[in-house]
């Protein structure tokens, strides 16, 4: 039983000039986004993934998740629409991870929000025994405000309308489409070809999952998933 499930998203004409005006750029990265299935930071029960090549979205991935523990809260199923149903079946977090594991460590991660994710990843990944990977992140929560400043909010939602996307907030697949428009757009505007110039612009820091299995499983479940 297949649980990738793609989703055709319409990208306004400014979209489009963003990426024609970078395509052969060199920019290269990979949007993550996870939904959870209940507070714990270790309950992925959805993964999406879009691939930045030469500055363009070349790839979107969207798969469910059966969480270790199957247990949906009320706010979360509220937010995202997710059941136990549509996940029973699916794989758990450690088959769906492998395909992955890579190319996380071949790109940087843009992730909105980027500590809620990444602590999802990691501490998942220790959950179930696995080693965390090395790799890279950029928040796009951070380039979006400093990129533009101005904007009355800098939710996911918000800034698809912006770029005039037809996306659905909270669909991990399309969040992650919407991360790395966010990075695609800014990039654009600010004449930079790569991730790293685009982080130097906007004076932010490129981070490093470095921090011990101990740390992960320690750390405070953040609540406040849905919020961007």
């Keep these: 039983m297949a649980h990738t499930y793609w989703q055709e998203i319409t990208l306004a004409p400014v979209l489009v000039e963003a990426c024609c ?3 052969g750029s060199g920019m290269k ?11 714990s930071p270790f309950s992925p029960c959805s993964i999406g993934l879009a691939w930045v090549e030469n500055g363009e979205i070349t790839k979107r991935e969207t798969r469910f998740i059966r969480p270790k523990e199957m247990r949906f809260g009320f706010h979360q199923t509220r937010v995202h629409g997710i059941t136990e149903e ?10 769906v991870i492998r395909e992955f594991l890579p190319e996380l460590s071949e790109n940087i991660l843009l992730a909105h929000n980027a500590s ?4 999802v990843l990691c501490s998942t990944m220790t959950v179930y ?8 992140y950029l928040c796009t929560l951070a380039i979006a405000r400093a990129a533009w400043p101005g904007s009355p909010a800098f939710d996911l939602s918000t800034l698809a309308n912006r770029f005039g ?9 399309e969040d992650a489409v919407a991360c790395a428009t966010i990075a695609i757009v800014a990039a654009r505007e600010l004449k930079v070809t790569t991730v790293s110039d685009l982080a130097k612009k906007l004076h932010l820091e490129i981070s490093r ?13 953040i609540l406040a998933l849905e919020t961007y």
Aim: proline share 9%; glycine share 6%.
């Design 21 to 23: 005006q970078l395509g």
């Design 29 to 39: 990265g990979l949007a993550i986004d996870f939904e959870k299935a209940n507070e």
């Design 86 to 95: 549509n996940v029973v079946d699916a794989p758990e977090f450690p088959e």
């Design 116 to 119: 809620v994710d990444v602590q």
């Design 129 to 136: 025994g696995l080693p965390i990977p090395d790799f890279s």
């Design 165 to 173: 996307m037809n996306c659905k907030h909270h669909d991990a697949g």
């Design 209 to 221: 999952a470095d921090r011990s299995e101990a740390d992960w499983l320690s750390l405070r479940p």
